[in-house]
Nanobody
Framework: VQLQASGGGLVQTGGSLRLSCAAS????????IGWFRQAPGKEREGVSCISRSDIGTRYVESVKDRFTISRDNAKNTVYLQMNSLKPEDTAVYYC??????????????????????????WGQGTQVTVSS
């Protein structure tokens, strides 16, 4: 079981990036996938979540209307499209999935906190840097 996050980079304020979270060893569409980020000196925080079979998506308030989470089941990959990037979006971004028992939805609990993801499998992280 492995998650591989990629797509980070250096962009100017207002720019865009698309992060990818590719899975191996399991089917991404069977579980909820969360994107988290961690800036230097700060705790890891939830950014977005997509429930299994796309039955619901969630976003933290600071990224609503700028970020979009989606799936490509044929590629077993979840994406995070990030537009109108701001310097405060600078962080290492991680994707996560809880497989045993599987976490399948992004509602009914505090999805954006680490508690529900304490047993998650995590990707290795991809650096996003937004220059002002």
């Amino acid at each position: 079981v492995q998650l591989q996050a990629s797509g980070g980079g250096l962009v100017q304020t207002g720019g865009s990036l698309r992060l990818s979270c590719a899975a191996s060893g399991f089917t991404l569409d069977d579980v909820a996938i969360g994107w988290f980020r961690q800036a230097p000196g700060k705790e890891r925080e939830g950014v977005s979540c997509i429930s299994r079979s796309d039955i619901g998506t969630r976003y933290v308030e600071s990224v609503k209307d700028r970020f979009t989470i989606s799936r490509d089941n044929a590629k077993n990959t979840v994406y995070l499209q990030m537009n109108s990037l701001k310097p405060e979006d600078t962080a290492v971004y991680y994707c996560a999935a809880v497989l045993s028992p599987p976490l399948r939805r992004c509602y009914g609990y505090e999805w954006d906190t680490l508690g529900a993801w304490s047993s998650a499998s995590w990707g290795q992280g991809t650096q996003v840097t937004v220059s002002s």
